[in-house]
Structures are given as C-alpha cells and as structure tokens.
C-alpha cells in the first residue's frame, strides 16, 4: 500500500467520494499546465530576497514547523505563519500572472481566515482544525471554482518543495510529491494531485481495523545489531520486541541498524547517543552514524548538534563529537549541510568538517573510522561446508521448549508455537513453522553446536523465511535471524541479530537474510536461533528453511 493511500485514511471529511471525484476532476483539468506551472514558479521564486527564501528552505527542506521556524527566525510562530501565507500569495498571483490568466482572482488576505482560499492554504500546510475541515469540504462540494482554487494551491505547495529541494541537493532531481514529516495535509495533498485517484472504500476499511487493532509501527525499528551493548536494561528487549525506547538512546558500543521510512536505514556506531523522533528524522548527539536512502521518497534528516544534513536518495556518514564538532560525509548522491540557517552543498564523494568557528570546511573523506558501518554484507554460505546439521529440517523438529545444547536434538522449538510443514521448504521439501499466538516474546527454532578455537575468526549465518498469505505478519511482527556465543558455562558472550521479512514484504515467497559475526575469545558453542517477533498478537506465522553456518579455515602458518 502506498504512503498516500495510507494518508487518505486519515482524511476525515475528505474521504466521500463526491469531493474526491470533484477534486479528481479539476486535478485532471489542470493537468495540462504543471509544466508551465513549475516554469513560471522557478521564474517567480527568482524575484524572493533572501530571507524570504530561507523560510522557505525551512518550512519546505527541512520540513520545520512554523513554530520551529520562528525560534531560528526570532520572530512569533503566528507571524511565521502568516508570512508563510503571504509568500504563497504572492508566489501565486506570479505564477498566473506568467501563465496570463489575468481572470483569475488573487488569493484572499491572511486575516481573512474565514475564506476559501485561506482555509485551503492551512489544510495544505498541515494546520486546519477538523471544524474547518469540515467547512472546507463543504465549500469544495458546492462550488467547483472553489475545488480548480484548491487544486491550484495544491501543485503549488508540492512545486514549492520539489523545486526548492531540487536548488538545496545541487540539481539532484526530486520527486514533486516527495514524503513530509506526516503532516495530515501534506499526505492527503499528494492524493489530491493523483488525477482520478479514488481509494476503495475496502482500504479504508482496513486502515480503519488496523488502526483499531492497536498495530502502531514506531518510527523506527531494529533492523540489525552486532554485539549491540545499551546502557538502559530495558532499551534491548524494547527495541528487540519492535519498539522504540523513547527519548535519548545510549548504545556504549556495538553497531545497530534502524528501519526508518519509505525504505531508509541507519546504522550507528557505538559510543553513541541519539534519538529517533520520527521516520525522516534522526537526532545524533554523538558517535558515528551511517544513513542510507534508497528510495525517491526517502529523505532522512540528520540533526547534529549545529549543523543539519539532509539530502534525497543520498547515502551520508556523519560523526558528532563533543561540543560542536562534526563530520558529514557524502557517499552518494549530494547532501547540503545548514549551520545557522545557511546551507552548504557537498557534492558525492565530498565532505566537510564544522568545528568551534561554526564554519563548514571541505576536508578530505577518509571513512576509516566508519569501517563496521560500511562493511559489505557476507557472501552465501556454500551448502558443502554447512556447518548446520539437517538444515531442511527433513528430520524431524523437537518443539520440546528445552533450551539447545551441544550434542542434543538438532532443532528445538518453543513450545506450542512449532510444528513441521511438510513440502512448504524452498525446493518442496519440509519447512519450520513458527507461529505467533499471542505470544509477547519471540517464539523460535534452534540449534547448537560447539565449536573449535574460533576466536577473530567471523561467523556467517544465513536462513530463508516466508510469510503465508493466509497468517501474513502485521504491525511489529518480523522474522529474526540470530547468532549466539557461548562460553564454557552457558553465558551468552557476544553475537549478531538480522530482522527480515516485514509487513510489506511480498507473502508466499521465501527471503534470505545473511548476518557476519566475529567470534569472541571464549566462545565455545554457537546457537543459531531462527525467531518470529510475535508482539503479542495472535495472529502471524513465518515458515524457516535452508538454514546455513560456516566460517572460514584457519589462515596459513
């Protein structure tokens, strides 16, 4: 499901099909004119000073609030607001006074707040009350002048952004639509501008029940930790359940990766302290930080302290040491770095440093210090040198609940949660079906085996999973491969965790995951543990199959 169908749900009086179908019809009407729309609005925005284009940049790159904006801007965040009003005002009597339709009735004054066009300008800017919705909707259903004014405004509000992001990543092209902080109006805009788009009234329905099934997604997930140490005892089983702890997080040392929105991740190294207050935002207060976005609607923001990195379908690393020293590197794609509301562009490949002068200074990119974080992912395991015994599972499976141990059963399971599906494996043969069933923890399969003198040496794991199209996961729920080491006494000594297979993935098709894992001193058996996080629901089921581990021979004497 996409992101804007998603928002639609949220529409409150937008969802009747008599205002999408009218808001459809002046879409299709305008449609003809976006290109010379956006041609007109860069000839307009050519005309704006410079403080006028920095509000922009705040409100539109950087996706702040008004409020938000008036702290850097000293000012009050009603004034921002109307300012913000005005410049679309403005903006758009330009932009029709290009286009020669001189007909056409400039926008009402900022404090005519009771008009059309005013109510139109707040929705779109996220910020209209559900009363005023509901007399917004009315004007649209009786007055298609009003619904063509309202389409308008809306292609303006996304040129804005896709224009003025466009001028901050150095002529990286943008998606016009590109994703918000999830705004209610900048979601139900990006639908308004589909032509004809009506949303089944089924999807809604199931929005509705999903929403009502208490199946909130935090805005970021752990995706994948190695050796991960927190500092607060209870962040790990939070993150590791599907949550997210709230406020600062402390991660002393290891590497933990994040699911963040529309396809996104980030990796940090620890020491490090952040937070993650939303799925386009990531707040680093210190340590090493790596950020991937790999889809034209991911657009992470990076938070230092001073300096803000932001950029579209670019990778960047960043690190923040005490006070305000940072380093932002561009590994793909161009990022521009904001110090005191000035940007600075760094190409691909660049990078620059901004120490106690508050001053960004090209330097070179060497990424030494990021290495954990840019390690590529271990090769597959070839099926000759499995370590793993019977990793079809054609064996039978022991669902005894009795924790694995060298020498024993070579699959053990939880308790009623694991059974065999036989003919469901990759290649028909049988498969480990784990099932969810209310369970709070992390219902699994395992096997242990001991291990030689392996310490430096790294481990490489690797699992497929499916989710069945009639017990699909939803909400929180993933699979998770796991490694554990494990001293002479039984203690859990370091290890390595990948979540896969999520709510969106395709159904009826089994997925790889892959994990590498340096072995410890003192490890003397290793546990792979093949789990469904089952978030307490009591429904989802994930089948395991082709189970693989091995690590290389040891070097030449």
């Given amino acids: 499901m996409t992101e804007a169908a998603e928002g639609w749900g949220d529409g409150l009086p937008f969802r009747d099909a008599e205002v999408l179908s009218i808001l459809a019809a002046a879409r299709a009407e305008a449609a003809s004119e976006i290109p010379r729309r956006q041609m007109a609005l860069r000839a307009c925005l050519q005309k704006i000073d410079g403080r006028t284009r920095r509000v922009l940049i705040l409100r539109y790159v950087q996706e702040r609030s008004a409020a938000e904006i008036a702290t850097r801007m000293k000012t009050s965040g009603d004034g921002i607001r109307r300012q913000l009003f005005r410049i679309r005002a403005a903006l758009a009597t330009c932009i029709e006074a290009g286009l020669g339709n001189t007909g056409i009735a400039p926008a009402a004054d900022a404090a005519s707040a009771d008009t059309p066009a005013a109510l139109s300008d707040r929705y779109l800017d996220g910020g209209l009350p559900p009363e005023d919705e509901k007399r917004l909707a009315a004007w649209l259903r009786e007055d298609a002048a009003h619904a063509r004014a309202f389409v308008r405004l809306a292609i303006l509000h996304d040129q804005l952004r896709a224009t003025l992001r466009e001028e901050v990543s150095g002529g990286v092209p943008l998606e016009a639509a590109a994703a918000g902080r999830g705004a209610r109006g900048g979601r139900l805009r990006r639908v308004a501008l589909v032509a004809g788009m009506l949303i089944p009234a089924s999807i809604a329905a199931l929005l509705l029940a999903r929403r009502n099934a208490g199946l909130a997604v935090p805005p970021a997930m752990l995706a ?95 690190a923040a040491g005490p006070g305000l020293h940072v380093f932002a590197a561009s590994l793909r794609g161009a990022i521009v770095a904001t110090v005191d509301d000035e940007p600075t562009f760094v190409d691909a490949g660049g990078a620059v440093r901004v120490g106690d002068d508050r001053r960004p200074i090209p330097v070179p990119p060497r990424l030494d210090d990021f290495a954990p974080l840019l390690a590529l ?181």
Avoid at 260 to 277: D, H, Q, R
């Fill in 224 to 318: 994948a930790a190695t050796d991960a140490c927190w500092s607060d005892p209870g962040a790990d089983r939070i993150l590791r359940g599907g949550g997210l702890p709230p406020g600062r997080i402390r991660l002393p040392s290891g590497v933990a990766e994040f699911r963040l929105g529309a396809g996104a991740s980030a990796a940090v190294l620890g020491p490090a302290e952040f937070e993650i207050p939303g799925p386009r935002r990531f707040v680093l207060r210190r340590g090493r930080l790596l950020v991937r976005n790999r889809s034209k609607d991911a657009r992470v923001v990076v938070e230092t302290p001073g300096v803000t990195l932001a950029g579209l379908e670019a990778d960047l690393a960043v």
């Fill in 377 to 557: 992912p271990p090769a597959d395991v070839d099926p000759a040198v499995n370590r793993l015994l019977d990793p079809g599972f054609e064996y039978g499976l022991d669902p005894d609940g009795e924790a694995p141990r060298p020498g024993g059963p070579a699959w053990r399971g939880t308790p009623g949660h694991v059974d065999l599906a036989a003919g469901a494996g990759v290649n028909g043969s049988a498969a480990a079906r784990v099932r969810a069933r209310g369970s709070n923890a992390w219902p699994q399969i395992a096997q242990a085996i001991g291990i030689g003198p392996l310490h430096g040496r790294t481990v490489i794991a690797s699992i497929r999973a499916l989710q069945p199209a009639d017990d699909p996961l939803r909400g929180v729920q993933c699979a998770v491969l796991r490694v554990v080491f494990r001293d002479a006494a039984g203690g859990e000594i370091g290890g390595a965790e990948r979540r896969f297979l999520w709510e969106d993935d395709p159904v009826g098709r089994f997925l790889p995951a892959r994990l590498a894992a340096r072995a410890p001193e003192k490890a003397t058996a290793i546990h792979v543990q093949a789990m469904l996080n089952a978030g307490g629901l009591g429904t989802g089921t994930v089948l395991f199959d082709d189970a693989r581990l091995a690590w290389p021979p040891p070097p030449p004497r």
